[in-house]
């Protein structure tokens, strides 16, 4: 299994980026999707979860109303819509995909967000 995420950088404040993950070596419509992020020193952050089918979606209340989770299951791909984007944002983003848990992770993406 390998989910590869792309599309960080470094951005101003108030930027916006799309942060994509691809998988692949599984069914990727049986799979949950998760972005996670985290900074050195710092606990991993749950940031959104989508469900498989699309229907169920979840945000940490520091990103909601600025982030936006989805997912092309015909793609096997899984997106993150990130705006407005704070210096707080900065961090290591990774994929997940779960069964019931985060059972397998990405290399991650690194989102540097300047003041």
């Known amino acids: 299994v390998q989910l590869q995420a792309s599309g960080g950088g470094l951005v101003q404040t108030g930027g916006s980026l799309r942060l994509s993950c691809a998988a692949s070596?599984?069914?990727?419509?049986?799979?949950?999707i998760g972005w996670l992020r985290q900074v050195p020193g710092k606990e991993r952050e749950v940031v959104s979860c989508i469900s498989r089918s699309d229907n169920t979606k979840y945000y940490a209340d520091s990103v909601k109303g600025r982030f936006a989770i989805s997912r092309d299951n015909a793609k096997n791909t899984a997106y993150l819509q990130i705006t407005s984007l704070k210096p707080e944002d900065t961090a290591v983003y990774y994929c997940?995909?779960?069964?019931?848990?985060?059972?397998?992770w990405g290399q991650g993406t690194l989102v540097t967000v300047s003041s």
């Open positions: 070596g599984l069914t990727f419509d049986d799979y949950a």
């Open positions: 997940t995909a779960g069964l019931s848990n985060y059972d397998y």
